[in-house]
C-alpha cells in the first residue's frame, strides 16, 4: 500500500514568478512550493555534502511512478524529476528516516511501526517516526550551517505529514496544495546517533 503513495503534483512544481522577487522581500508570504532557488541551491550542496560524510550514498535514478525518492540505508535515491525545491526536503528527509533505521540505539522503535495493527495507535507510531526523522534532517541542516531556513524545513515537515495523514485516513491521495501550511512550529533537531551502515529492505519516504 505504501508504495501507492505519490505526491502527484511533486514532479510538476515549477518556481513561480514569485520566484523573480528578491528573498528578503517575500519573507512572511512564502509557502512550501514557492521558496527562491538561490537558497535552495545553497542548501542542497551544503546538505549532499552532509549526507554523504554521514556515510550515505546519494544517487539519481529514474524511479518508477509513484516512487519520487527511496533508501535503503546504504544509500539515498531520489529521481531528477522531482522539482528541484521537493528534492531538498526528500534529501533531508530521507537522511532522517535512513538514520532510524542504520541507528542499533533505535532500532526497537522500528517493531511498533512495522507491527502496529491499531489504526490509532498507527497513526501515532507513524506520527512520531515521522518526527524523529524530521528532527534528524534539521539537525543535519544545522550541522551544515545552514540555518535560515528553519521555518521553510517546518513547514515541509508539516505539509507532508498531513499529506500522508490524509492518505491514510481516507485511502486516496490527497491533493497535495491542500495540505500546504505555513508557519508551523519549528522541527526540534535531535542528535544524530551513532550509525552503523548496513543494507535494509527498501523502502520509501514513510
Ligand atoms: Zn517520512
Keep these: 500500500m505504501m508504495a501507492s503513495l505519490r505526491r502527484p503534483d511533486y514532479r510538476v512544481?515549477?518556481?513561480?514568478?514569485?520566484?523573480?522577487?528578491?528573498?528578503?522581500?517575500?519573507?512572511?508570504?512564502?509557502?512550501?512550493?514557492?521558496?527562491?532557488?538561490?537558497?535552495?541551491?545553497?542548501?542542497?550542496?551544503?546538505?549532499?555534502?552532509?549526507?554523504v560524510k554521514q556515510g550515505f550514498v546519494i544517487e539519481y535514478r529514474d524511479l518508477d511512478p509513484p516512487r519520487t525518492g527511496i533508501f535503503d540505508g546504504l544509500r539515498i535515491v531520489i529521481d531528477p524529476d522531482?522539482?528541484?525545491?521537493?528534492?531538498?526536503?526528500?534529501?533531508?528527509?530521507?537522511?532522517?528516516?535512513?538514520?532510524?533505521w542504520v541507528a542499533p540505539s533505535l532500532e526497537h522503535k522500528l517493531a511498533d511501526l512495522q507491527h502496529t495493527e491499531d489504526r490509532n495507535r498507527f497513526m501515532q507510531v507513524l506520527h512520531a517516526y515521522e518526527l524523529e526523522a524530521a528532527g534528524f534532517g534539521m539537525q543535519l541542516m544545522h550541522q551544515v550551517g545552514v540555518t535560515t531556513l528553519d521555518e521553510w524545513y517546518s513547514d515541509f515537515v508539516a505539509t507532508d505529514w498531513r499529506y500522508v495523514e490524509g492518505y491514510y485516513r481516507t485511502n486516496q491521495l490527497p491533493d497535495w496544495n491542500s495540505c500546504v501550511v505555513c508557519g508551523c512550529p519549528l522541527v526540534t533537531p535531535a542528535p544524530i546517533p551513532e550509525l552503523r551502515h548496513h543494507e535494509v529492505q527498501v523502502r520509501f519516504a514513510f
Design 82 to 100: 522531482v522539482g528541484f525545491e521537493m528534492q531538498c526536503f526528500l534529501l533531508l528527509h530521507l537522511f532522517g528516516h535512513s538514520v532510524q
Design 13 to 51: 512544481l515549477t518556481f513561480p514568478p514569485m520566484d523573480n522577487v528578491p528573498g528578503h522581500e517575500l519573507h512572511g508570504t512564502r509557502q512550501v512550493g514557492q521558496w527562491p532557488a538561490d537558497e535552495l541551491v545553497g542548501l542542497w550542496g551544503r546538505v549532499c555534502s552532509g549526507v
